[in-house]
């Protein structure tokens, strides 16, 4: 299995997902950096992602909406912070409301993505901050850590090698 462990701490409203593929640091960056393959992993597998806009740039935004089983569309935006290829992701990650766009009001949470290289693999962590021990229990009572385990361990199958 992809993650090697997830740990949520409310001391620092932190959660953290340590994740392991065989692949180098630029192909994992890719599954960021691709919005079709972004597309294929970011949600849940119950609950598949429908990015509209990607500006993987620093100060670019992201729209997206995940589908569920019943047909409902959560929906989610990000604003790439920082990039510093291929080493490290930071971008806000907020609700946003049914116009796709970030819903006034509610702070979104900052994330972090790490790519450490490990002898031709890449460990990859994920860090998500929140703003206040009520955003946290909110999010993870919504199945966020959940979420992100089953989302994260969708990406080995798009990183495996293409028979030739």
Known sequence: MTVLSTTKDPDTLTMTVVTQFEASPDQVWGVWE????LERWWG???YPATFTRHDFVVGGQSRYHMTGPAGETPRGWW???SLDYP?????????AGDD??????VEPMAG???FADLDGGTQMTVVTRFTDLEQMEKMLAMGMQEGMVG???QIDALLAPVAA
Do not use: M, Y
């Open 79 to 81: 604003r790439i912070d």
């Open 151 to 153: 989302a994260l361990s």
């Open 34 to 37: 691709d919005p079709r393959k």
């Open 100 to 105: 796709g766009e970030p819903v006034p009001g």
């Open 112 to 114: 972090e993505v790490i």
């Open 44 to 46: 849940p597998p119950t």
């Open 87 to 95: 080493h490290a992701i930071q971008f806000a990650n907020g609700l």
